[in-house]
């Protein structure tokens, strides 16, 4: 079993998109070299994944180039959803 990582004082939470009380968190534990996606329904993380941080740019990379392939913001905009990320402190 992997060890246990203290959960860090700052996260950046984002909402599902389907609702239902469903997750994803983004922590730095910059102490051990990671960037830790854990997935969350209430108060219960179902699941992580340990990135590490040598390989966050090519992540964000992959990101960037899908939303710039596709986003559109007039449609995201007349979604009636707004922004889904939550600044979380817990």
């Not at 700052?10 to 469903?22: C, L, S």
């Not at 854990?38 to 040598?54: E, I, K, N, V, Y």
Request: a positive charge; one cysteine or more; hydrophobic letters at 45%.
């Amino acid at each position: 079993m992997a060890d246990v990582l203290p959960f860090p004082a700052r996260g950046e939470m984002f909402v599902d998109a389907r609702g239902g009380g469903r997750m994803l968190r983004a922590t730095w534990h910059h102490e051990v070299g990671l960037l830790v996606l854990s997935l969350w329904q209430g108060d219960t993380c179902t699941g992580t994944f340990r990135l590490h941080a040598a390989d966050a740019p090519a992540f964000l990379a992959a990101i960037a180039d899908g939303l710039a392939a596709g986003y559109n913001p007039a449609k995201a905009a007349g979604s009636g959803r707004s922004s889904t990320a939550v600044n979380s402190a817990r």
